[in-house]
């Protein structure tokens, strides 16, 4: 769990202590291919290409790293931001592998005919294999939902074939030969990709084995409105999971650890209690849609907390939440915990959705305003008749005669759907919010 | 920290490693780290100020321009051939043109997945010597016959100027 007392200092020396290490893991083997016995050099194009491909395959290693949900690494950014950073990041070393054999054939375009895998040697051929795996991989990534790939079978593809492109690299990298003239020198890269390779088998096995030692039960599967279900479950002779007001968890409801299929949900129940918590789901997609017809005692295993937005994070004197439909799960928590604290601080909460009936968790809100400095403001699409307050979408004007005198100090939190929280960053930056004091939370994580 | 990882993190990234790439580059190009003494001096010893001696020069420039691949007694590794096979190309019919294009032009066969890259850069004198050098080095004496067999710069002059490509010369290769 998070240290209350951890500062937003102490955060930012982590992250930039995380971000060196990257760095100097990115850059060591180059610096390994300078301790002698080092071949004589060649000319510089072919060095500069040697070297990209060499941050190529380090950064696919950290790749791995990334997705392992280390919270030690994940603690000073937050885990959406760093999933985020694993796609980029994947951008940049598919540009640095690309370059590599580029720039080589350029330099001397008789190098070509290695392209033919009939003409090339092994280490050529393990190049290509590398490559079109890698593009594959890169491919499936970027356009799962276009070719309607499901998540389980795109989530093991994605781990086999990240796999096999370690592994595939590896011997290029071994049979090349130039920089792994020595034993010490092969052994080093040979560990490092068994090690990547372990990292894999660890999260995939040990971690999921040790997950049945944290079983949970579903004790409730309740209808709230707008299609949305809370889903509560229970400690089976564990301690629970501490989570800040807002974060996250990834669940997997099945009898096995070991299975696939995982998705990642907000706590919409208060962090006091740690063993009976709540998630707030909307029926959404394949996974969402099963949630109804989930047993109680149904088993359960959750990896988590994770999650940057929390109201604990952030210091402040009161708060805004801003929540488009089903985005009202984590806000949920951050109003349950902050009665359950009797936290004195105000709210404001701006609450967006199609129609009146369709509003979830409508009455729970209206009860915790007895408890709370809580102020709500409704924005209905589709209002019903007599409707007296908000219609239509949140803008400036809308935000401007709801918002607080002093909202400019207060930390304001989003979560809806992408397009929403995009057009309100905008007009609150426009209205003179600091970007720092803006946090949103985007579902579309995996 | 979240919005340096998530904006700006990444552009710095990207820079860091270009300049990374480029200085290792240079390091490596211009020979900052070297093990190999012999080759150093071969880089930065001009050679100059010493009576002209064409095995001294042959040497100085095998180790300059064809040890890193070859080996430094010729012995070859990995994708790259030893050169005990050199003089009996050199002595077949159509040998010794074909020795001296490949030197010239380069060459790329399905024998070797790592072309010989051209070296046409090299004055004649030096490539006569850097051949003959090979020709009588690493055990190949054996098989060549000094007196009148090596080559001499205009064997060098005479072979430039055709337009070759690293594949042509491979295709008059004597078998």
Same mark, same amino acid.
């Given at each position: 769990?998070?240290?209350?007392?951890?500062?937003?200092?102490?955060r930012d020396i982590t992250g930039f202590f995380w971000i060196t290490i990257f760095l100097a893991i990115v850059v060591s083997p180059v610096c390994i291919m300078l301790v002698m016995p080092t071949p004589s050099g060649r000319e510089f194009w072919l060095e500069f290409s040697v070297a990209l491909g060499f941050f190529g395959l380090m950064q696919l290693v950290v790749q791995f790293i990334l997705i392992a949900r280390f919270k030690s690494v994940t603690r000073p950014y937050g885990i959406d931001v760093i999933l985020q950073f694993h796609r980029r990041l994947a951008l940049v070393a598919m540009s640095v592998i690309l370059l590599h054999p580029i720039i080589i054939m350029i330099n001397n375009p008789s190098r070509l005919k290695?392209?033919?895998?009939?003409?090339?040697?092994? *280490?050529?051929?393990?190049?290509?294999?590398?490559?079109?795996?890698?593009?594959?991989? *890169?491919?499936?990534?970027?356009?799962?939902?276009?070719?309607?790939?499901?998540?389980?079978?795109?989530?093991?593809?994605?781990?086999?074939?990240?796999v096999l492109v370690i592994v595939f690299s590896q011997l290029h990298v071994s049979l090349a030969g130039l920089y792994t003239n020595t034993f010490w020198k092969q052994s080093i890269f040979v560990t490092m990709a068994t090690a990547t390779v372990?990292?894999?088998? #660890?999260?995939?096995?040990?971690?999921?084995?040790?997950?049945?030692?944290?079983?949970?039960?579903?004790?409730?599967?309740?209808?709230?409105?707008?299609?949305?279900?809370?889903?509560?479950?229970?400690?089976?002779?564990?301690?629970?999971?501490?989570?800040?007001?807002?974060?996250?968890?990834?669940?997997?409801?099945a009898s096995s650890p070991f299975t696939l299929e995982e998705h990642p949900f907000s706590f919409s129940s208060g962090s006091m209690s740690t063993a009976c918590i709540e998630f707030g789901i909307k029926e959404l997609g394949d996974f969402t849609g099963e949630i109804k017809n989930i047993q109680p005692g149904t088993r359960a295993y959750l990896d988590g907390p994770h999650g940057a937005f929390n109201i604990d994070r952030y210091p402040a004197v009161g708060f805004v939440f801003i929540a488009g439909g089903i985005g009202i799960a984590p806000i949920m928590s951050f109003l349950r915990s902050m009665s359950e604290r009797k936290d004195p601080r105000p709210v404001v909460l701006f609450y967006a959705d199609r129609t009146w009936d369709g509003l979830a968790f409508r009455e729970d809100i209206e009860e915790l305003k007895e408890n709370l400095d809580l102020k709500v403001v409704y924005v209905l699409q589709e209002p019903p008749e007599n409707w007296q307050g908000e219609r239509g979408m949140i803008d400036k004007e809308l935000l401007e005669n709801h918002l607080p005198e002093e909202f400019i100090h207060r930390n304001i939190f989003i979560c809806g759907p992408d397009p929403m929280m995009n057009v309100i960053q905008e007009l609150l930056l426009e209205l003179g919010v600091e970007k720092v004091s803006i946090h949103l939370e985007r579902f579309s994580l995996a | 920290m979240r919005h340096f990882l998530g904006n700006i993190a990444i552009y710095l990234i990207i820079v860091f490693l270009v300049g990374a790439a480029t200085f290792f580059a240079w390091m490596r190009s211009s020979q900052i780290v070297i093990s190999n003494e012999?080759?150093?001096?071969?880089?930065?010893?001009?050679?100059?100020?010493?009576?002209?001696?064409?095995? $001294?020069?042959?040497?100085?420039?095998?180790?300059?321009?064809?040890?890193?691949?070859?080996?430094?007694?010729? $012995?070859?590794w990995?994708? #790259?051939?030893?050169?005990?096979?050199?003089?009996?190309?050199?002595?077949?019919?159509?040998?010794?043109?074909?020795?001296?294009?490949?030197?010239?032009?380069?060459?790329t066969s399905s024998r070797w997945a790592v072309p010989m890259p051209p070296m046409g850069h090299i004055q004649d004198i030096e490539m006569a010597s850097v051949i003959n050098y090979?020709?009588? $080095?690493?055990?190949?004496?054996?098989?060549?016959?000094?007196?009148?067999?090596?080559?001499?710069?205009?064997?060098?002059?005479?072979?430039?100027? $055709?337009?070759?490509?690293p594949k042509d010369v491979n295709g008059r290769r004597p078998n």
């Open positions: 769990m998070m240290d209350k007392k951890e500062t937003s200092l102490r290695m392209l033919n895998p009939l003409e090339g040697n092994w *280490a050529s051929r393990f190049a290509i294999i590398t490559v079109v795996l890698f593009l594959v991989l *890169a491919a499936t990534s970027r356009f799962r939902e276009k070719i309607k790939l499901k998540y389980e079978y795109w989530r093991m593809s994605h781990l086999v074939l990240s372990g990292l894999v088998l #660890y999260l995939r096995f040990i971690k999921s084995a040790w997950q049945r030692s944290n079983q949970w039960r579903v004790t409730e599967v309740r209808q709230e409105r707008g299609d949305s279900w809370t889903l509560a479950l229970e400690a089976e002779n564990h301690s629970g999971i501490s989570f800040l007001p807002g974060q996250f968890a990834w669940l997997k409801l | 012999e080759t150093v001096i071969a880089r930065f010893d001009t050679s100059s100020g010493r009576q002209f001696n064409w095995s $001294q020069l042959g040497e100085h420039s095998y180790l300059r321009n064809c040890a890193n691949c070859h080996g430094s007694d010729g $012995q070859g990995g994708q #790259y051939p030893a050169l005990n096979h050199t003089p009996l190309l050199f002595i077949s019919p159509q040998g010794r043109s074909y020795i001296i294009d490949l030197h010239i032009y380069g060459l090979v020709l009588t $080095q690493f055990g190949n004496e054996e098989t060549i016959n000094e007196d009148g067999e090596l080559l001499r710069p205009p064997d060098i002059a005479e072979r430039r100027g $055709q337009n070759l490509s």
